[in-house]
């Protein structure tokens, strides 16, 4: 957060989403507008509860599959990001270069515990309760057919910020900035210059 500049434009995509939601919400002095890719406010799935009469059921990836994934990646951290870079390009278009992308950016990775903390952030982060103050206003770019956070999640963001528009990139998945640059980039823009 010192690092950020006043008024900045944070654009964040999936776990990153989630970072900036969190940014946002904690320095709104330095943070004028939020663009938040395949994000979410919690990446599990949550049931209504007797505890909380009032809370609507919130989209995700089933808890039950975030756990295996933890388990698997600490047993087997090849075989589980295959199935994760898998997951993240099904519904994209031209999912095979999406996934030689995805793949070539990983294999630059030089501390794959990064990851196992990623997951474990994205297994434990729940920002619901704090969506209400994050007044910025917010572009939610999310594409249909998103494999990993299903577009129901990208709705109910909508709904909770105070200050959002939903964009819904047609034929795409969860790698957007990867699959669909040239649209997320411009929407990025023409966003940050509104």
């Not at 970072?19 to 002095?29: Q, S, T």
């Amino acid at each position: 957060a010192p690092t950020l500049p006043q008024g900045a434009v944070l654009v964040g995509w999936s776990l990153g989403a989630l970072v900036a939601l969190a940014l946002a919400r904690r320095h709104p002095a330095r943070v004028a507008r939020l663009v938040l890719i395949a994000g979410t406010a919690r990446f599990v799935a949550a049931e209504a509860s007797a505890d909380e009469p009032t809370a609507e059921p919130w989209p995700g990836l089933a808890a039950a599959t975030v756990a295996a994934f933890r388990s698997s990646f600490r047993s087997s951290p090849q075989a589980t990001l295959r199935r994760f870079l898998a997951l993240q390009c099904l519904g994209e278009t031209d999912r095979r270069n999406t996934h030689e992308v995805l793949t070539g950016a990983l294999d630059t990775l030089e501390r794959p515990e990064a990851l196992a903390a990623g997951l474990d952030l994205l297994a434990s982060t729940d920002l619901r309760g704090e969506l209400a103050d994050v007044l910025q206003p917010c572009l939610l770019l999310h594409g249909e057919h998103d494999a990993l956070m299903p577009l129901a999640a990208a709705h109910c963001l909508a709904r909770a910020l105070p200050n959002a528009r939903l964009q819904v990139l047609d034929g795409s998945g969860h790698a957007l900035p990867l699959s669909r640059s040239v649209e997320c980039a411009r929407a990025i823009q023409d966003f940050a210059d509104a």
